[in-house]
Protein backbone atom coordinates (compact mmCIF):
# COMPACT_ATOMS: atom_id res chain seq x y z
CA UNK A 1 0.00 0.00 0.00
CA UNK A 2 1.28 3.81 -0.83
CA UNK A 3 1.37 6.82 1.20
CA UNK A 4 1.98 10.17 0.98
CA UNK A 5 4.56 11.68 2.71
CA UNK A 6 6.35 15.12 3.07
CA UNK A 7 10.08 15.04 2.28
CA UNK A 8 12.19 16.88 4.78
CA UNK A 9 15.25 16.15 3.29
CA UNK A 10 16.64 15.64 -0.34
CA UNK A 11 16.24 11.80 -1.53
CA UNK A 12 18.03 10.44 -4.58
CA UNK A 13 15.01 9.05 -6.83
CA UNK A 14 12.06 10.94 -4.77
CA UNK A 15 12.61 14.45 -4.99
CA UNK A 16 13.80 17.45 -3.09
CA UNK A 17 12.71 19.34 0.48
CA UNK A 18 9.37 20.02 0.44
CA UNK A 19 7.95 17.92 -1.88
CA UNK A 20 5.11 15.41 -1.65
CA UNK A 21 5.35 11.85 -2.67
CA UNK A 22 3.92 8.36 -2.63
CA UNK A 23 6.30 5.51 -1.43
CA UNK A 24 5.54 2.19 -0.26
CA UNK A 25 4.27 1.96 3.42
CA UNK A 26 6.68 0.03 4.65
CA UNK A 27 9.78 2.00 2.95
CA UNK A 28 8.15 5.02 4.98
CA UNK A 29 7.72 3.46 8.46
CA UNK A 30 10.91 1.64 7.89
CA UNK A 31 13.89 4.02 6.63
CA UNK A 32 12.22 7.73 6.15
CA UNK A 33 10.47 8.04 9.28
CA UNK A 34 13.07 7.16 11.44
CA UNK A 35 15.87 8.98 9.91
CA UNK A 36 14.16 11.95 9.55
CA UNK A 37 13.88 12.28 5.82
CA UNK A 38 10.23 12.43 5.77
CA UNK A 39 6.91 12.64 7.57
CA UNK A 40 3.37 12.84 7.28
CA UNK A 41 1.66 15.10 5.44
CA UNK A 42 0.23 18.11 7.68
CA UNK A 43 -0.32 21.66 6.91
CA UNK A 44 1.78 22.68 9.23
CA UNK A 45 4.74 20.60 8.18
CA UNK A 46 4.10 22.16 5.12
CA UNK A 47 4.58 25.52 5.78
CA UNK A 48 7.87 24.60 7.86
CA UNK A 49 9.33 23.47 5.04
CA UNK A 50 8.66 25.83 2.01
CA UNK A 51 11.47 28.16 2.62
CA UNK A 52 14.21 25.33 2.89
CA UNK A 53 12.22 24.20 -0.20
CA UNK A 54 12.71 27.28 -1.77
CA UNK A 55 16.04 27.88 -0.82
CA UNK A 56 16.83 24.48 -2.51
CA UNK A 57 15.40 24.83 -5.79
CA UNK A 58 17.28 28.40 -5.90
CA UNK A 59 20.67 26.86 -5.39
CA UNK A 60 19.99 23.83 -7.96
CA UNK A 61 19.18 26.43 -10.31
CA UNK A 62 23.09 27.89 -9.30
CA UNK A 63 23.94 24.64 -9.41
CA UNK A 64 22.61 24.20 -13.12
CA UNK A 65 24.51 27.11 -14.54
CA UNK A 66 27.68 25.83 -13.29
CA UNK A 67 26.86 22.41 -14.27
CA UNK A 68 26.18 24.20 -18.04
CA UNK A 69 29.05 26.43 -18.29
CA UNK A 70 31.23 23.79 -17.38
CA UNK A 71 29.92 21.60 -20.14
CA UNK A 72 30.67 23.72 -22.67
CA UNK A 73 34.40 23.79 -21.39
CA UNK A 74 33.97 19.92 -21.75
CA UNK A 75 33.13 20.08 -25.51
CA UNK A 76 35.74 22.54 -26.40
CA UNK A 77 38.46 19.69 -25.01
CA UNK A 78 40.05 17.08 -27.32
CA UNK A 79 41.80 14.09 -25.47
CA UNK A 80 44.84 12.31 -27.03
CA UNK A 81 46.01 9.68 -25.34
CA UNK A 82 48.69 7.64 -26.70
CA UNK A 83 48.10 3.65 -26.05
CA UNK A 84 50.89 0.64 -26.80
CA UNK A 85 49.79 -1.54 -30.19
CA UNK A 86 51.10 -4.92 -30.83
CA UNK A 87 52.09 -5.50 -34.49
CA UNK A 88 48.56 -6.72 -35.29
CA UNK A 89 47.38 -3.58 -34.09
CA UNK A 90 45.32 -4.62 -31.27
CA UNK A 91 46.16 -2.26 -28.09
CA UNK A 92 47.51 -3.54 -25.48
CA UNK A 93 45.44 -2.89 -22.04
CA UNK A 94 42.95 -0.60 -22.01
CA UNK A 95 42.12 2.94 -21.26
CA UNK A 96 39.93 3.76 -18.75
CA UNK A 97 38.50 7.00 -16.46
CA UNK A 98 42.07 7.88 -14.89
CA UNK A 99 43.79 7.94 -17.96
CA UNK A 100 41.24 10.14 -19.31
CA UNK A 101 40.74 12.47 -16.10
CA UNK A 102 44.46 12.80 -16.12
CA UNK A 103 44.34 14.62 -19.36
CA UNK A 104 41.54 16.70 -18.43
CA UNK A 105 43.27 17.82 -16.10
CA UNK A 106 46.11 18.59 -17.90
CA UNK A 107 44.13 20.92 -20.30
CA UNK A 108 43.24 22.48 -16.39
CA UNK A 109 39.61 21.25 -15.80
CA UNK A 110 38.99 19.29 -12.47
CA UNK A 111 36.64 16.54 -12.71
CA UNK A 112 35.44 14.15 -10.59
CA UNK A 113 35.57 10.60 -11.16
CA UNK A 114 32.20 9.81 -10.31
CA UNK A 115 30.79 11.89 -12.90
CA UNK A 116 32.52 10.18 -16.27
CA UNK A 117 30.03 7.77 -17.63
CA UNK A 118 32.07 5.13 -19.34
CA UNK A 119 30.60 1.61 -19.38
CA UNK A 120 33.69 -0.30 -19.99
CA UNK A 121 37.01 0.78 -20.69
CA UNK A 122 38.33 1.70 -23.89
CA UNK A 123 40.11 -1.22 -25.81
CA UNK A 124 40.50 -0.07 -29.54
CA UNK A 125 41.97 2.89 -31.50
CA UNK A 126 39.91 5.28 -32.10
CA UNK A 127 37.65 8.54 -31.69
CA UNK A 128 35.47 8.36 -28.41
CA UNK A 129 32.37 10.05 -26.79
CA UNK A 130 32.53 9.98 -23.32
CA UNK A 131 29.56 11.32 -21.37
CA UNK A 132 30.33 13.19 -18.33
CA UNK A 133 26.87 14.28 -15.84
CA UNK A 134 28.10 17.20 -14.32
CA UNK A 135 24.04 17.94 -13.06
CA UNK A 136 21.06 15.77 -12.70
CA UNK A 137 19.91 17.14 -16.05
CA UNK A 138 23.47 18.58 -17.86
CA UNK A 139 25.32 16.37 -19.48
CA UNK A 140 28.32 17.27 -21.32
CA UNK A 141 30.30 14.73 -23.77
CA UNK A 142 34.58 14.94 -24.33
CA UNK A 143 35.86 13.88 -27.31
CA UNK A 144 38.38 11.05 -27.12
CA UNK A 145 40.99 10.16 -29.39
CA UNK A 146 43.24 7.09 -28.77
CA UNK A 147 46.33 6.55 -31.25
CA UNK A 148 49.52 4.85 -31.30
CA UNK A 149 52.24 5.83 -28.78
CA UNK A 150 55.51 6.29 -31.22
Not at 15 to 43: C, H, M, Q, W
Not at 101 to 109: A, M
Request: proline share 2%.
Amino acid sequence: MAIEVLLMDQVEGLGIEGDIVKVADGYARNFLFPKGIASEVTEGKKRQIEKKRTERLAQLEKEKGAAEELAKKIEGIECTIAAKVGENGKMFGSVGIPQILEKVKEQGLEIDRTKVVLATPLHELGVFDVSIKLHAEVTGMLKVWIVEEK
